[in-house]
């Protein structure tokens, strides 16, 4: 069974810094290009960030690059996102997803990680 | 950046209605359309990839048709577990890999 487990969501301050993590079991992790999408309230999801299942591709949507970073952990089949400089339009649930395919769909989601940016 | 457009952005039906939600992207992507439903609370969840292909485990009452930029999500006889809110999402180019704006199924 496929299992995604986000987790370092929180309410934080703009300006600020969060890392979310995803802890990822029941497929070929290391086999598989990763990706980062976000959900604000109301809103279609919007793909925020994606790395290569060796790690050393990385690609951002144009609003986030520059401040969030992706990285993996294929020993620990974990997913990272390091997040700086947060501001309101960031606030969203974030869900990890694996694209198993290349070109394919994002085949399985999180639950998610709710991150809020607020004073 | 390829854009994606649902219509309608919502609609109401009953129990049994067939359904027909349509998505159109900015050029042609070949048959990389996915489609996800969502329900409150809970991620989205795939239901047909790659324009016609149905998930394991997704009703046959789903299905998918269209290539290049047309393309179709139909529930033929609709349930009540179906009501939710569908997406589309093109995966042919990019970065980025872009979704519609939903497609909202609610109870007449």
């Known amino acids: 069974e496929v299992q995604l487990l986000e987790s370092g969501g929180a309410l934080v301050q703009p300006g600020g810094s969060l890392r979310l993590d995803c802890a990822a079991s029941g497929f070929a992790f290391s086999g598989s290009a990763m990706n980062w999408i976000r959900q604000a309230p109301g809103m279609a999801p919007e793909w925020v960030s994606s790395i290569s299942p060796s790690g050393a591709t990385t690609y951002y949507v144009d609003s986030v690059r520059g401040r969030f970073t992706i990285s993996r952990d294929n020993s620990n089949n974990t997913l990272y996102l390091q997040m700086n400089g947060l501001t309101a339009e960031d606030t969203a649930i974030y869900y990890c997803?694996?694209?198993?395919?290349?070109?394919?769909?994002?085949?399985?989601w999180g639950q998610g990680t709710r991150v809020a940016v607020s004073s | 950046d390829i854009q994606m457009t649902q219509s309608p952005s919502s609609l109401s039906a009953s129990v049994g209605d067939r359904v027909t939600i349509a998505c159109r992207a900015s050029?042609?992507?070949?048959?990389?359309l996915h489609w996800y439903q969502q329900k409150p609370g809970k991620p989205p969840k795939l239901l047909i990839y790659t324009a016609s292909n149905l998930e394991n485990g997704v009703p046959s009452r789903f299905s998918g048709s269209g290539s290049g930029t047309d393309f179709s999500l139909t529930i033929s006889s609709l349930q009540p577990e179906d009501f939710a809110t569908y997406y589309c999402?093109?995966?042919?180019?990019?970065?980025?890999?872009?979704f519609g704006q939903g497609t909202k199924v609610e109870i007449k």
């Open positions: 050029q042609r992507i070949n048959r990389n």
């Open positions: 997803a694996p694209r198993t395919v290349t070109g394919g769909p994002f085949d399985y």
């Open positions: 999402q093109q995966s042919y180019i990019g970065p980025p890999y872009t």
